[in-house]
């Protein structure tokens, strides 16, 4: 892995360790044991992410960090277009599977 690729990565891992504690979050020590990283570069990584609206500190509980709704609805966007193609491809699928006669 080069160098110039770490910051991302630690990034994503940042993702994939929020993942599924949405209500209760994770403290700034919790992300960097498991990102492997110091809790000073992974602040810095949650403030990018927060500022991008995809992390946030739970109000009233600073000290926890969660993902943001706006993640939440980039994945509903994803399935709200799937759902379109779906359909599309259903209502194909009926046209060219109907009998002639």
Not at 67 to 82: F, G, K, N, V, Y
């Amino acid at each position: 892995m080069s160098a110039s690729n770490q910051p991302t990565r630690r990034t994503l891992r940042l993702l994939f360790a929020l993942q599924g504690h949405t209500f209760e979050g994770l403290r700034l020590k919790q992300l960097a044991d498991a990102v492997q990283a110091s809790p000073s570069t992974v602040l810095r990584d949650l403030e990018v992410l927060a500022d991008e609206g995809i992390a946030e500190r739970i109000p009233g509980r600073d000290e926890y960090w969660r993902l943001s709704p706006r993640l939440i609805q980039l994945a509903r966007a994803h399935e709200q277009e799937m759902a379109r193609v779906r359909q599309r491809l259903d209502e194909t699928d009926q046209r060219y599977s109907r009998n002639p006669n």
